[in-house]
């Protein structure tokens, strides 16, 4: 049996606190004959000294802001049969950033619906959280023609047959998409 993590928040400050958490051994009989120390992540293991342990008391203390994107989850143990679990509550500090857009092509006269090409995002928060869920729009095309649609996974797709006049005049291959990526929550900018 574990006990459940215990919550702290990314970019709280809890630098100040005197502890977030206390480690106890039954076999402390407060001479400091037990000397507390920790091992984990933001421990003795990168990012080191995030979490520290009085050694005599067994009162633990952050040193910095925690940042969920680089310790999400950690067990942190003082002696074999101690351990105190931390999990870093996500807060919505990272936005979407493109991966590499490659240009999309689609032949003249393409029916509706037929695929042009796919652009992808992704997001530094908890996955599966509503902090790391993207939406896709087209939010301006050149020329302005509504050309072309994207769908929620980020397909972008043909909406109208392309006019031959059209055509003639605009290359549909060098027709210019601006995209944006849109949180569907507010943001925290740090
Ligand atoms: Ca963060
Ligand atoms: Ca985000
Ligand atoms: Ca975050």
Known sequence: WLPPPKILLENKDYTQEESVAKIHSDFDDGTGNIRYSLEGVGANQYPFHVFVVDPKTGLIRV????????????????????????????????????????????????????????????????PGHENSQIAYSIIDQNPAQDMFYIESDGTIYVKNTLDREVQYEVQANSVILTFIVVQLVPAFIY
């Not at 931390?86 to 936005?95: A, R």
């Not at 979407?96 to 006269?109: C, D, K, T, W, Y």
């Open 63 to 126: 040193t910095q802001r925690l940042d969920r994107e680089r310790v999400n989850v950690t067990k942190v143990q003082a002696e074999r049969n101690i351990a105190i679990r931390f999990k870093v509550g996500d807060e919505n500090d990272n936005s979407p950033v493109f991966g590499a857009i490659q240009q999309g092509a689609v032949n003249e006269l393409s029916a509706a619906g037929t695929s042009v090409m796919k652009i992808t995002a992704t997001d530094a928060d908890e």
